[in-house]
């Protein structure tokens, strides 16, 4: 009986993929082979000098070389290389919703509550242009969605964390998480640290042993990643990224202070700061986005004398704490502010250029031919990608009465922040606190980084929609 129920659980979920994965297909042909673009011309610069950075995941670029010399040497064809790279991404992408709703089976979750959840995944047009997007965001959100849904079985079904199989499934997935994003693994250490903390001061019998196993398994998994991460740099002879990509809010705040009172700074403290900054690229200060400040900033300067630039950052606090506080606002306004439509133009709204809500332009690399072919776009599907386009680089989608609210990243950031109370109050949801505390801790570091996109938070919302029918049919029949 169990193993009928176990061969049907695999074929919905399977089902369930396919579907997606199918949906996606028109998208694949009108961007064929891929959305090469995002941060792929820094990454294909790296396989090309051979000299590797850890500034983006190195599984990441690492994937990117595999199937683009397999189009090579396989097809002749690198475009075709980056094709296989799309397909790999959209199947992982759709087998890790089809397990999230196999989740939502086992869990009891109300037929009706599924139907809505799978209809956005259907229907929102963002799922198939990210998934055929070259970002390591996209491959992250899948092994997040599959490390929550396996969080909610550890706490909702009696025995799943006891059976070894499961363990080590965990394991592998939420290694595979921390590689393919550099910010999850702070992110994670702040879930593990709140963990403990609700593990000794919040004796319950009842999820007490559930808590005490996650962070067994969250601890080793974030010591396996570092010593996999440790491989992958000394394999590689890889740096570790520049210091600067840490520094995104006290960039903004001191950039901002700068331009709306450059006059007012002492000329000494103003020299100290030019001399870490180019103050053309400061007088280029983008509330939103902080890639123009970063272009500027010395980090050689920064990386010999740290104290220098903090000392700057804390005097200029102690005079200009609004506009520091402005600045953090503005920088995150995607996150929090419904209304904002900032994230939608961060490259400066350029739809011309395939640059609004999300990226649609094509990154040619000169420098490709070295390695034995170039890739190049061939859209297969004019109608497809002239409608996409239209939606989601021209931004129509802003024109939609009430939908439009659906392509807010800070919607879903809500809808988290009210399945947190819920869970916080309510003596029935309780035991779900652990489960959304990665999510939390995920979407908080999101508020400290260069700026919203919306690829960023795609793994928070993909969990938040997938998986408030959990809060919403808590207690209902489960399946065996």
Not at 174 to 193: E, Q
Not at 316 to 344: C, Q, R, V
Not at 416 to 441: G, H, N, Q
Request: hydrophobic residues 50%; positive net charge.
């Amino acid at each position: 009986m169990k193993e009928m129920i176990k061969n049907k659980n695999s074929i919905r979920m399977f089902m369930t993929a396919g579907i997606l994965f199918a949906t996606w297909i028109p998208c694949f042909l009108a961007f064929y082979p891929c959305i090469y673009s995002y941060d792929v011309l820094d990454q294909m610069a790296q396989i090309i000098m051979g000299t590797y950075s850890a500034k983006h995941p190195l599984i990441h670029t690492l994937l990117i070389k595999l199937c683009y010399e397999i189009g090579i040497k396989v097809f002749s064809s690198a475009t075709m290389g980056m094709a296989l790279y799309a397909l790999l991404q959209m199947a992982v992408l759709a087998l890790s919703f089809g397990y999230g709703f196999l989740t939502l089976g086992k869990l009891g979750v109300t037929k009706a509550v599924r139907i809505v959840a799978f209809l956005w995944f259907l229907l929102f047009p963002v799922h198939a242009m990210l998934a055929v997007s070259v970002t390591k965001d996209i491959l992250f959100t899948a092994f997040f969605v599959v490390h929550v849904s396996m969080l909610l079985q550890l706490f909702l079904m009696e025995g799943w964390g006891k059976k070894p199989g499961n363990g080590m499934a965990f394991l592998a997935d939420l290694i595979l998480m921390l590689l393919f994003r550099n910010n999850a693994l702070p992110a994670l250490l702040l879930a593990d640290g709140i963990l403990f903390f609700l593990w000794i001061f919040r004796k319950d019998k009842k999820t007490g042993e559930k808590k005490r196993r996650l962070l067994i398994l969250w601890s080793a998994g974030i010591c396996l990643s570092l010593l996999c991460l440790f491989g992958l740099k000394t394999a590689l002879h890889a740096d570790g990224g520049d210091a600067k990509e840490a520094l995104s809010v006290p960039l903004q705040q001191i950039a901002r202070v700068v331009t709306l009172h450059e006059e007012e700074i002492d000329p000494d403290l103003r020299a100290d700061l030019y001399d870490l900054f180019d103050r053309e690229a400061i007088f280029h200060y983008e509330p939103w986005l902080v890639d123009q400040i970063k272009g500027g900033f010395s980090t050689e300067k920064y990386e010999g004398d740290k104290l220098r630039f903090w000392k700057i950052w804390g005097k200029l606090l102690m005079t200009y704490p609004g506009e520091y506080f402005k600045a953090f606002l503005d920088n995150s306004a995607g996150a929090w502010n419904i209304l904002d439509e900032t994230h939608a133009k961060v490259y400066g709204y350029r739809p011309e250029n395939g640059l609004g809500y999300l990226r649609s332009d094509f990154s040619y690399s000169e420098y490709e031919g070295y390695l034995g072919g170039e890739v190049r776009q061939n859209c297969h599907f004019a109608a497809g990608k002239e409608w996409y386009e239209k939606l989601l680089i021209q931004n129509h989608y802003q024109d939609l009465p009430v939908i439009r609210y659906l392509f807010s990243p800070a919607l879903y950031n809500y809808l988290l922040l009210l399945l947190f109370l819920w869970s916080a109050f309510s003596k029935k949801r309780r035991e779900l606190l652990p489960v959304l505390l990665p999510v939390m801790t995920l979407s908080f570091s999101i508020f400290f980084g260069p700026g919203i996109l919306v690829r960023y938070l795609y793994p928070v919302m993909c969990s938040v929609v997938l998986f408030t029918g959990v809060w919403l049919s808590h207690g209902g029949k489960r399946d065996s």
